[in-house]
């Protein structure tokens, strides 16, 4: 049974080349866009840790701003 | 203050699609994409190698189809959406739309990388060759020459307001080029072969092929779906760093 669907009636090499690919590429896509939005979310981070307290608060006066850093301990 | 048609309709139909309104969403919505996408993935993946017959003709080579199909399928679909929502930039005049376009955008050009790749493959022990420039062929490479002309623009072009009209013109010019692919192989003599699935007539693959092969585009349409939010988060979280550079 395993070396049935390994060797795919000797279209193996084919099947599985493809099926790889596509797999390798979906990884290479998520993990890089995943490594391009945790270095957006520490930016974020940093630029607001920087911030003296008047604009602090006007940045956190912002849902969206209020959003991004309860989603940056969760990642 | 004079509101044209199109100002009173972008106002009253676009409010509730503001990115400070739907990040609450966005931002929680990748972690249960991701399960669902592993779940329908994985059960595609059985269905395709394990379950599914092998071809009368083919034999085991015709499921290299459940992974080329969806993917050409689906880099035509995100590349299409990209021209509609050039349009509607223009038209409306909404800065949204160039922002969900550009993170369309990359998942696309995987897709339609892997459907010219995943092609290739299938293409030598079914054709005896790797490539061909063939209609359907020549034509899916232009779509990831103008993926590439696309996404290079907006890596190239600093001007926000010059790179969406780049881009929406690439995205319109280059939709033209999807008509032309759907219909290559009625239009020409090509070595690919002509649509198995119809949505207007009979199907010519059986229902045994067809289930693993809707299952296997609904996990793509997962995935494009994950990368599209983790990347619209991602470029709105960009626009806020600016926000707080400003303040």
């Known amino acids: 049974?395993?070396?049935?669907?390994?060797?795919?009636?000797?279209?193996?090499?084919?099947?599985?080349?493809?099926?790889?690919?596509t797999l390798m590429s979906f990884a290479t896509l998520y993990f890089s866009t995943k490594l391009q939005l945790s270095k957006e979310q520490k930016k974020f981070v940093s630029k607001f840790g920087s911030l003296n307290e008047e604009k602090a608060r006007a940045a956190r006066s912002q849902n969206i701003n209020r959003e991004i850093l309860s989603n940056i301990s969760k990642i | 203050m004079k509101l044209s048609f199109f100002n009173?309709?972008?106002?009253?139909?676009?409010?509730?699609?503001?990115?400070?309104k739907i990040f609450a969403i966005t931002s929680r919505a990748p972690k249960y994409v991701l399960f669902i996408f592993i779940v329908v993935l994985t059960i595609g993946l059985t269905e395709a190698l394990i379950l599914s017959p092998e071809d009368y003709k083919q034999s085991d080579a015709v499921r290299i189809m459940y992974v080329h199909v969806p993917a050409a399928w689906i880099s035509l679909g995100i590349f299409s959406s990209l021209a509609l929502l050039s349009v509607g930039s223009f038209i409306f005049k909404n800065k949204n739309f160039a922002l969900i376009s550009k993170s369309l955008a990359p998942s696309g050009f995987i897709f339609n990388i892997i459907a010219l790749v995943t092609g290739s493959i299938w293409g030598k022990p079914t054709w005896g060759t790797w490539w061909a420039w063939d209609a359907r062929i020549t034509s899916m490479l232009i779509l990831a020459l103008f993926y590439g002309m696309y996404l290079l623009a907006w890596r190239i072009y600093e001007d926000k307001e010059q790179v969406v009209k780049i881009t929406s013109m690439i995205a319109i010019l280059g939709v033209i080029n999807v008509p032309i692919i759907k219909y290559s192989v009625d239009w020409w003599n090509t070595l690919h072969q002509l649509p198995s699935i119809n949505v207007l007539s009979n199907n010519s693959i059986h229902e045994s092929m067809l289930i693993p092969l809707g299952i296997m585009t609904a996990a793509f349409a997962l995935f494009s779906l994950l990368i599209f939010l983790m990347k619209y988060n991602t470029e709105l979280i960009k626009v806020k760093n600016k926000g707080l550079d400003r303040l």
């Open chain 2, 8 to 20: 009173i309709y972008n106002l009253r139909m676009f409010k509730y699609f503001e990115p400070n």
């Open chain 1, 1 to 21: 049974m395993i070396n049935e669907i390994i060797s795919m009636n000797g279209y193996g090499a084919y099947v599985w080349s493809a099926f790889s690919f």
